[in-house]
Nanobody
Framework: QFQLVESGGGLVQPGGSLRLSCTTS????????IAWFRQAPGKEREGISC??????????TYLDSVKGRFTISRDNAKNTVHLQMNSLKPEDTAVYFC???????????????????????????WGQGTTVTVSS
């Protein structure tokens, strides 16, 4: 059964760092585009970073407000995608979600669609989220 699991959230002081992880069983993450979204209290969910599938050269994208502070990466051996977050600010406080795109569900299983899977795909598989709080 396909499930995404995020980890690594917590409480950190401004200027600190956290590394979020997104892992799963049942699919190979490098076959898909993987994105991190976040939703702050009272705000809409926003996409902050993405790494394209291996067949799209694993290109990465970032929201302007996190460029230079956050880095997305994929560890194919561990089938895990990380989001390294440095120089954290109070406005980074949110629930962070991992999402997978470029595939489709058949029952409880998830399969890759044909073609390239860049960061413009529709993200239709989501984790439960991990909370990041940046506060002194």
């Amino acid at each position: 059964q396909f499930q995404l699991v995020e980890s690594g959230g917590g409480l950190v002081q401004p200027g600190g760092s956290l590394r979020l992880s997104c892992t799963t069983s049942g699919v190979t993450l490098s076959d898909y585009a993987i994105a991190w979204f976040r939703q702050a209290p009272g705000k809409e969910r926003e996409g902050i970073s993405c790494i394209a599938a291996s067949n799209s050269n694993s290109r990465t994208t970032y929201l302007d407000s996190v460029k230079g502070r956050f880095t997305i990466s994929r560890d194919n051996a561990k089938n895990t995608v990380h989001l390294q977050m440095n120089s954290l600010k109070p406005e980074d406080t949110a629930v962070y979600f991992c999402a997978v795109g470029g595939g489709y569900y058949s029952g409880s299983h998830y399969y890759p669609s044909n073609g390239a899977k860049g960061c413009d795909v529709y993200f239709n598989a989501w984790g439960q989220g991990t909370t990041v709080t940046v506060s002194s």
